[in-house]
């Protein structure tokens, strides 16, 4: 089958806002050098929309005010021309006041403000590489076993598109690959600098959808689309280098000093980070004990079980590791990638802030531990739902991120709480429809 991406007719400028729904306004394309040049307009409360299309009562822009459109041209990926539907430009943007001024209600402006602090009060630059796992459901009816080449085969003509999509963007995936559960792919997208690589997740995630919905398919990238199969994370996996250039993660098959301060400040801060990382009730319906998922606040080299997981790869002669990365693993697809991104390096730099001593290396199932054992490493149970995220968050988020955004966000919660309440049995497919 040719992917035909020539000619697009029109582009759409488009942010992921605080409910992982990309975005935005779609022109012609005559008026593409236009746009580029002078953005568009935006409407403020947008950012609050849930992902079942309900608005937040208390959200603070209500009906007033203007936000604009910044489009990103480095980001450009071409939709190809299907049936009906011709070719489409999508460039990602950032959403800045109507005078270009950051916007703290942005998720990508939070971002890149969170970087800029980590490089300038600590001389560190953070790269990252997303894993998504996702569902394609009506992709064929057959089921195919866990991690085959049969599910591998399955889903070739569909990767092969994804593939031909992200490299209009100049980039690619490095892994598409059978998951676990029946229908069930996971996408690694490659190292980049933190930005590069959350607004990577959020193209990544467009292509894969545009792929499937070509062959009347459907990808959702929920944590828990359907109660009786695995569960869809999103693996982080993060790197800290120094200003020259030379990785600061592992040495000699541990964490450096550095990495582990920044290690211990995630799991000391976990259940704040959640807020950001799995942020709806269906984040919970996918967080179990011993389903590989990390439920409790500890670290292990190359454990599965553990929230923050060292993955060592191997180690040069010297004992340095630059393949190394430390897997965050309590992260899912209804959150903003941007946000999550940036909790978990807010969170990172006060254990940098404390020096904090690197945490112990659990090597089983900290479920199989007793609550002793467990107590004597500071190890705790994450909460059982949001709630219990944003009161640990609430602290810490407005020193984060500001006020106006914790106000808007803490309502973009509870929103997403009292849908999934209204929705009961519903939530979860009606969720999986759109994100
Ligand atoms: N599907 C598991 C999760 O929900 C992860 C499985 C894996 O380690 O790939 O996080
Ligand atoms: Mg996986």
Redesign the pocket.
């Known amino acids: 089958m040719t992917t035909v991406f020539q000619a697009p007719q029109s582009a759409t400028f488009a942010n992921m806002e605080l409910s992982a729904v990309t975005r935005g306004r779609t022109v012609p394309i005559e008026r593409l050098d236009d746009v580029l040049e002078g953005g568009l307009p935006w409407v403020p409360t947008n950012v609050c929309i849930s992902s079942v299309n309900t608005i937040p009562p208390d959200n603070p822009f209500g009906p007033m005010g203007e936000t604009k459109i910044i489009p990103l041209p480095h980001t450009r990926m071409i939709l190809p021309e299907r049936a009906d539907r011709p070719a489409m430009a999508l460039y990602l943007s950032e959403i800045a006041h109507h005078d270009g001024a950051f916007w703290p209600a942005c998720a990508r402006s939070q971002l890149r403000q969170a970087l800029s602090d980590l490089n300038t009060q600590y001389g560190l630059t953070l790269k990252a590489g997303f894993?998504h796992?996702c569902y394609i459901d009506n992709l064929q009816d057959t089921p195919t076993a866990a991690y085959s080449l049969a599910g591998a085969r399955k889903v070739s003509g569909l990767a092969h598109e994804v593939q031909a999509i992200m490299a209009t963007a100049g980039t690619r995936l490095d892994q598409f690959v059978a998951?676990?559960?029946v229908n069930?792919f996971?996408i690694s997208s490659p190292v980049r600098e933190g930005l590069g690589a959350a607004d990577h997740a959020v193209l990544a995630r467009e292509a894969v959808r545009d792929a499937a919905r070509g062959r009347e398919a459907h990808a959702t990238f929920a944590?828990k689309p359907h109660l009786g199969e695995?569960?869809?994370?999103v693996?982080i996996h993060l790197s800290l280098w120094d200003s020259n250039g030379v990785p600061q993660t592992a040495h000699a098959g541990s964490l450096t000093a550095t990495s582990g301060a920044f290690a211990a400040g995630i799991l000391n801060h976990l259940a704040a980070v959640m807020a950001f990382s799995t942020p709806t009730p269906n984040s919970f319906q996918?967080i179990h004990e011993s389903?590989?998922?990390?439920v409790f606040s500890c670290f292990g080299v190359r454990n599965?079980e553990a929230a923050l997981r060292l993955a060592p790869r191997t180690p040069l002669a010297d004992g340095s590791h630059p393949g190394a990365s430390m897997e965050f693993?309590l992260c899912?697809g209804s959150a903003n990638p941007y946000l999550a991104l940036a909790a978990l390096v807010r969170a990172g730099m006060i254990g940098l802030n404390k020096a904090l001593p690197a945490p112990v290396s659990i090597e089983q199932d900290p479920a199989t531990l007793s609550a002793e054992a467990r107590a004597a490493h500071h190890i705790e149970r994450v909460p059982y739902g949001v709630e219990g995220c944003l009161q640990a968050a609430a602290p810490l988020a407005e020193d984060w991120f500001g006020p106006l955004f914790w106000q808007a966000y803490e309502a973009v919660r509870r929103n997403d709480m009292s849908d999934a309440a209204r929705l009961a049995d519903a939530y979860p497919s009606m969720l999986s429809k759109i994100i």
């Open positions: 894993e796992e998951e676990f559960g069930q996971e944590p695995a569960g869809s994370g693996h996918r389903s590989w998922v990390g599965r693993r899912d």
